[in-house]
C-alpha cells in the first residue's frame, strides 16, 4: 500500500504521452515490486475522478491516471465538439491528488491509421445505454483494453455512477482473461445529490436546478420500497411522478435489475439497482442506486 495521505510530499507526477513509455515505465514498477492502479478519465476532472485517485493511492504504490477523449464512443450527433476540456487545471488537480503519472495521448497515439479493430461485449451491452447509444459501449470496451494493453496495471478504479459500464468492463475484463483487478467506488455526488458528471457543467442554473429531481426520484423509490412496495412498476410511477415536478427533465428511461447484472426484476425482494437517465435541457445525465 500507498500509506502516504499528504500529496504534498509524493514525487514530482510525470506527464506522458508516448504509449510505449507508460508501458515501460508501468512494467519497472511492478519488477521492482510495486503495485500499479489505473484511473482511467476523459478529463474535465471532479470530485468523482478525484476520489478514484485517493482510493488507488491508498491501495497501490504507483498511480496512473489517463486523460483522454475517446471519439470513438461518442455517435455522430453527440458532444464531442463541446467535451470540456482544462488539461492545465486537470493536471494540477492530479499532481494535487499525488497522482505518479499521467497518461495524455493524442487520437493518433491511440488510433492507427487504418483502425478496424473493435471490442463487442455482447448481451450486456445490448439495452439501456446501448440502445440510446448503439457504438457507445463498443468505442469504451476498445479504448479501455488498449489503455490496459499500454498500462498493464494491477487495479483499475471505475465509479459507480457509470453502472452498465461497469458491468461492460468487469465482463470484458473476465472473457478476455485481463490480469486485472476492478475496484467500483461510490459515486461522488453534489449537495443536492446529483452525481457528479463532467456534463454537469453543461448546465444553466435552471437546468441545474431542476437536475437534482435525478436523485431526489431515486432517494423516493428507496423510500417507497423500505415502506413495504414490492412491485418495480409502481415505484417507477411513484418516480415519474416525482420528476414530473420538474419539467426540463425529459425520462428516458428508469430500470430496475438484479445487482451486477441488466436483468430485469419483476419483484423487489432483496437488494435491487434503479438506473434512470434522462435529458435536462440540452444534457443527458445517468444516476443509479442500491435499493432494498
Same mark, same amino acid.
Given at each position: 500500500?500507498?500509506?502516504?495521505?499528504?500529496?504534498?510530499?509524493?514525487?514530482?507526477m510525470?506527464?506522458?504521452?508516448?504509449?510505449?513509455?507508460? &508501458? !515501460?515505465s508501468?512494467?519497472? %514498477?511492478?519488477?521492482?515490486?510495486?503495485? *500499479?492502479?489505473?484511473?482511467?478519465?476523459?478529463?474535465a476532472?471532479?470530485?468523482?475522478?478525484?476520489?478514484?485517485?485517493?482510493?488507488? &493511492?491508498?491501495?497501490?504504490?504507483?498511480?496512473?491516471?489517463?486523460?483522454?477523449?475517446n471519439p470513438?464512443?461518442?455517435?455522430?450527433?453527440?458532444?464531442?465538439?463541446?467535451?470540456?476540456?482544462?488539461l492545465?487545471?486537470?493536471?494540477?488537480l492530479?499532481?494535487?491528488?499525488?497522482?505518479?503519472?499521467?497518461?495524455?495521448?493524442?487520437?493518433?497515439?491511440?488510433?492507427?491509421?487504418?483502425?478496424?479493430?473493435?471490442?463487442?461485449?455482447?448481451?450486456?451491452a445490448?439495452?439501456?445505454?446501448?440502445?440510446?447509444?448503439?457504438?457507445?459501449?463498443r468505442?469504451?470496451a476498445?479504448?479501455?483494453?488498449? /489503455?490496459?494493453?499500454?498500462?498493464p496495471?494491477?487495479h483499475?478504479?471505475?465509479g459507480?455512477?457509470?453502472?452498465?459500464q461497469?458491468?461492460?468492463?468487469?465482463?470484458?475484463?473476465?472473457?478476455?482473461?485481463?490480469?486485472?483487478? *476492478?475496484?467500483?467506488c461510490?459515486?461522488? &455526488?453534489?449537495s443536492?445529490?446529483?452525481?457528479?458528471?463532467?456534463?454537469?457543467?453543461?448546465?444553466?442554473?435552471?437546468?441545474?436546478?431542476? %437536475?437534482?429531481?435525478?436523485?431526489?426520484?431515486?432517494?423516493?423509490?428507496?423510500?417507497?420500497?423500505? %415502506?413495504g412496495?414490492?412491485?418495480?412498476?409502481? /415505484?417507477?410511477?411513484?418516480? !415519474?411522478?416525482?420528476?414530473?415536478?420538474a419539467? /426540463?427533465?425529459e425520462?428516458?428511461?428508469?430500470?430496475?435489475?438484479?445487482?451486477?447484472?441488466?436483468?430485469?426484476?419483476? !419483484?423487489?425482494?432483496?437488494?435491487?439497482? *434503479?438506473?434512470?437517465?434522462?435529458?435536462?435541457g440540452?444534457? &443527458?445525465?445517468?444516476?443509479?442506486?442500491?435499493?432494498?
Amino acid at each position: 500500500m500507498n500509506g502516504n495521505t499528504n500529496p504534498a510530499s509524493q514525487p514530482t507526477m510525470q506527464v506522458i504521452s508516448s504509449g510505449d513509455e507508460l &508501458r !515501460r515505465s508501468v512494467r519497472d %514498477a511492478q519488477r521492482s515490486g510495486l503495485s *500499479v492502479g489505473l484511473v482511467p478519465t476523459m478529463g474535465a476532472l471532479h470530485r468523482g475522478h478525484l476520489s478514484l485517485l485517493d482510493a488507488a &493511492r491508498a491501495e497501490c504504490n504507483e498511480t496512473v491516471a489517463t486523460i483522454f477523449v475517446n471519439p470513438t464512443q461518442f455517435g455522430p450527433s453527440e458532444d464531442i465538439d463541446k467535451y470540456p476540456c482544462d488539461l492545465e487545471s486537470d493536471l494540477q488537480l492530479l499532481r494535487q491528488h499525488g497522482c505518479d503519472l499521467v497518461f495524455v495521448p493524442s487520437v493518433a497515439e491511440m488510433y492507427l491509421p487504418g483502425h478496424d479493430t473493435w471490442v463487442e461485449v455482447g448481451e450486456v451491452a445490448n439495452c439501456l445505454e446501448g440502445l440510446v447509444r448503439p457504438i457507445h459501449f463498443r468505442g469504451v470496451a476498445t479504448i479501455v483494453l488498449k /489503455l490496459l494493453m499500454i498500462a498493464p496495471a494491477d487495479h483499475i478504479y471505475l465509479g459507480q455512477k457509470d453502472y452498465q459500464q461497469t458491468l461492460i468492463i468487469q465482463k470484458m475484463i473476465a472473457d478476455l482473461n485481463i490480469p486485472v483487478t *476492478v475496484r467500483i467506488c461510490p459515486t461522488a &455526488r453534489e449537495s443536492d445529490g446529483l452525481a457528479m458528471s463532467s456534463r454537469n457543467s453543461y448546465l444553466n442554473a435552471e437546468e441545474r436546478q431542476q %437536475a437534482g429531481a435525478l436523485f431526489e426520484s431515486l432517494q423516493l423509490a428507496e423510500r417507497v420500497a423500505v %415502506a413495504g412496495e414490492r412491485d418495480p412498476r409502481v /415505484l417507477a410511477s411513484r418516480m !415519474r411522478q416525482q420528476l414530473a415536478t420538474a419539467p /426540463l427533465v425529459e425520462l428516458e428511461y428508469i430500470a430496475f435489475v438484479a445487482p451486477g447484472s441488466i436483468t430485469p426484476v419483476e !419483484r423487489i425482494d432483496g437488494p435491487t439497482v *434503479v438506473a434512470i437517465a434522462a435529458q435536462v435541457g440540452q444534457t &443527458r445525465l445517468i444516476d443509479n442506486s442500491l435499493i432494498g
